[in-house]
C-alpha cells in the first residue's frame, strides 16, 4: 500500500473497488442458482436443488452443434488476429514511420464503432457481393473487431521491446529467420499469448456480430439471445455458467502461465 | 518475404513509391490496413449507397434517391435518437464517477494486487454481454434473487425496476464498466508519483491536487474511455431489448427493425449512416488530438 492519502480515504476506495467487483459479479451468481435449480421454472429461494438441468442441456445435439460451431469460429479468428496483429503491432509501436500516427488511429477506428451497426454493414457488403451468409463469414466479421483489439494488446508489449536486441542479434550474423525465431518471438510472447487469449475470447462471446452474419449458422450467444426472448428456460443459465467458468479458467490459467514461465526466466538467469 | 525486402530495397530509383511502402514500417502494416479495407471501409461504403436506394429495395444498382432521409426526418426517429444519446451520454456521467476511485486505487494503492483485481474486472467481458444483462434478470424480477429475498426473509413485497429507462442505463453502467475504467487506469498511470508529491509539499490542499496535477495529466486516458463508453452506448442494443422491455426504443433498435420485420434496408441503411456520422464525427475529433504513443507506450 502506497501512502497516497489518508488512511481512511484508502479504506473507501478499497471498499468501493470490493463493491464494484461484486456489482460485476452479480449476474453471474444469480445465473449459477438459477442453473441449479431442479425445476423447469425459476423461483427464489430455490425449493429444490441439483444438476438435472445440466446434463439435460449437455445431452442435446443442438447444444453440442452450437458448442462446436462457436469452438471453430473462435479457433479460426484467434489464428488468423494473431498473425495479422503481431505485424500489425510492430508497425503500430515498434519502427518509426511516416503515417504511423494516422495508422495507428486508423486501426482503432473498427473498435471505436457500434458493432450492430457494423455486423449491419458486413451483412449488406456480403449481399452486395452475392456472398451466402455461414459461420465462414462470421468469422470474417469477427475479425474486424477482434484484430484491432488483439493489435493494440500486442502493441502495449512491443512498446517494451527494445529495438537494439534484435540489431545485435543481426551484427553477430543471425539471419532474418532466426532473429525472428530467437529474439523477437521469445521476447514478444507474452503479448502474442495475451492477444491470443483476448482474441478467442472476445470471438467467443460476441453477440452484434454474429446476430448478422452468421446466417443459417447459429452461435452459443445467438442461441442465448433466441431463447431468452422466447421466455425462459434453466439452459441459458447452464450455458451462460459454462461460459463464464470457461473464460475464468482459461484467464487464470493463462494468467498463471505467464507468471510461470516468468519466474522460470527469471531463475535462469 | 526476406529476399523480395532485399530486392526492393536495391532498386529505390526505378521504384520509389514501392520502396516506400516495402520499409520495414508500412510493410508489417498491410495485412491489417488490407483486411480493414475490405471488411471496415467498404462495407460502410456499401451501407452509404444502400441508404441513398428506393424504399424497400434490395440490391444497390438504383438511380439514387433521398426518399429514406426524407422518410427519417418527417417521421419521429428523432425520438430514438435522442434516447440514445442521451442515455449513452448519462451512461458515461455515471461511470465517469464510479470508476475514477477504483483507477485510482489500481494505478497507485494496490501495489501487486492490482494485477488480480485487474483480471477479476477483465473477465466478466469475456462473456457475451447478453448472457450477464439475463444474470441481472434473474436477479431483478419478481420471485428472482433479490425480490425472492426479500419476501422470504423479511416478508417484504417489492415491485421490480426491471422493463423502465432507468434499468437500462443502469444495464450500460454495467456493460460498459470496464470500457471506462481500463483507459482510466492508463491514464492515471502516466500521472508521475513525484509529481503529485511535490505539488502537496508545496502545500496543495488534497483537491487542488486532483484538480490542478491529476486530472489534467490523466486526462488522455479518461478521455479514450469516455468516448469509447459513448460510442458502444449509444449502439447498444440488448440492454434496451433484454432489460428494459419494449419501454424505449433506441435508434440501434430501430434499424435492426427496418431490416428485420419491415424489410425496409435502405431506410435501416440510411439511420445507420446518420448514427454512423454522429459517432464516427466524434471519434475523429477525438482521437485526432491523442498522443497514442504516450498514453500506450508509457508503461
Known amino acids: 500500500m502506497g501512502a497516497a492519502g489518508p488512511r481512511w480515504s484508502n479504506a473507501l476506495i478499497v471498499a468501493w473497488t470490493a463493491a464494484v467487483v461484486l456489482f460485476l459479479y452479480i449476474p453471474s451468481i444469480s445465473g449459477l442458482l438459477a442453473s441449479l435449480g431442479a425445476s423447469r421454472y425459476f423461483n427464489f429461494p430455490i425449493a429444490k436443488w441439483g444438476l438435472d438441468w445440466w446434463g439435460k442441456t449437455f445431452a442435446e445435439s443442438e447444444i453440442r452443434t452450437l458448442l462446436s460451431t462457436s469452438a471453430t469460429i473462435a479457433l479460426i479468428v484467434t489464428a488468423i488476429s494473431v498473425a495479422i496483429a503481431f505485424f500489425g503491432a510492430l508497425a503500430f509501436a515498434r519502427y518509426d514511420w511516416k503515417g504511423r500516427s494516422i495508422y495507428q488511429k486508423l486501426v482503432l477506428l473498427p473498435i471505436f464503432f457500434p458493432q450492430s451497426v457494423l455486423g449491419l454493414a458486413l451483412l449488406l457488403w456480403f449481399t452486395a457481393l452475392g456472398i451466402e451468409t455461414s459461420w465462414q463469414t462470421a468469422v470474417f466479421a469477427h475479425l474486424i473487431w477482434v484484430v484491432p483489439v488483439a493489435t493494440l494488446v500486442i502493441s502495449i508489449q512491443v512498446y517494451g521491446f527494445d529495438p537494439a536486441l534484435e540489431e545485435a542479434a543481426y551484427d553477430l550474423g543471425a539471419t532474418r529467420w532466426q532473429v525472428l525465431k530467437e529474439v523477437t518471438l521469445p521476447v514478444l510472447w507474452p503479448g502474442l499469448f495475451s492477444g491470443a487469449l483476448f482474441a478467442f475470447l472476445l470471438s467467443w462471446g460476441n453477440f452484434p456480430l454474429s446476430l448478422f452474419t452468421t446466417g443459417a449458422d447459429q452461435t452459443v450467444p445467438e442461441w442465448m439471445y433466441a431463447k431468452m426472448v422466447a421466455g425462459y428456460t434453466p439452459r441459458v443459465p447452464v450455458l451462460g455458467t459454462v461460459s463464464t467458468l470457461g473464460a475464468a479458467i482459461l484467464l487464470l490459467g493463462g494468467y498463471g502461465l505467464i507468471l510461470l514461465v516468468r519466474r522460470a526466466r527469471g531463475g535462469a538467469n | ?299
Open chain 2, 1 to 299: 518475404m526476406a529476399a523480395l525486402a532485399e530486392r526492393s530495397a536495391t532498386k529505390p530509383a526505378r521504384h520509389g513509391a514501392l520502396a516506400a511502402l516495402w520499409r520495414p514500417g508500412p510493410r508489417h502494416a498491410i495485412p491489417i490496413l488490407l483486411l480493414l479495407l475490405v471488411g471496415f471501409a467498404a462495407p460502410l461504403l456499401a451501407i452509404l449507397s444502400f441508404s441513398f436506394a428506393p424504399s424497400r429495395t434490395f440490391d444497390i444498382w438504383h438511380l439514387p434517391t433521398l426518399e429514406n432521409y426524407r422518410t427519417i426526418v418527417t417521421e419521429t426517429y428523432y425520438g430514438s435518437f435522442l434516447w440514445s444519446l442521451g442515455m449513452a451520454t448519462a451512461t458515461v456521467a455515471i461511470l465517469a464517477l464510479v470508476c475514477y476511485p477504483v483507477a485510482y486505487g489500481l494505478s497507485k494503492l494496490f501495489g501487486r494486487w492490482s494485477n488480480l483485481v485487474t483480471l477479476l474486472m477483465v473477465l466478466p467481458l469475456f462473456v457475451s454481454e447478453n448472457v450477464r444483462l439475463y444474470g441481472w434478470i434473474l436477479f431483478l424480477i419478481k420471485g428472482g434473487v433479490l425480490l425472492g429475498s426479500l419476501k422470504a426473509l423479511f416478508g417484504i413485497e417489492a415491485e421490480s425496476v426491471l422493463f423502465t429507462p432507468g434499468v437500462i442505463v443502469f444495464g450500460m453502467v454495467y456493460v460498459y464498466l470496464p470500457f471506462m475504467l481500463f483507459p482510466m487506469v492508463l491514464g492515471l498511470s502516466m500521472v508521475p508519483r513525484e509529481t503529485t508529491e511535490a505539488a502537496r509539499d508545496l502545500g496543495a490542499s488534497r483537491w487542488q491536487v486532483f484538480t490542478e496535477v491529476e486530472l489534467p495529466l490523466a486526462m488522455p486516458g479518461i478521455v479514450i474511455g469516455a468516448l469509447l463508453t459513448f460510442v458502444l452506448a449509444v449502439g447498444a442494443i440488448a440492454e434496451a431489448k433484454v432489460l428494459g422491455g419494449q419501454s424505449v426504443i433506441p435508434i440501434s433498435h430501430d434499424i435492426e427493425i427496418a431490416f428485420t420485420y419491415a424489410q425496409n434496408w435502405p431506410l435501416g441503411a440510411a439511420l445507420a449512416v446518420l448514427l454512423t456520422l454522429v459517432v464516427g464525427g466524434l471519434v475523429l475529433l477525438v482521437l485526432g488530438r491523442l498522443d497514442l504513443d504516450r498514453i500506450l507506450g508509457r508503461r
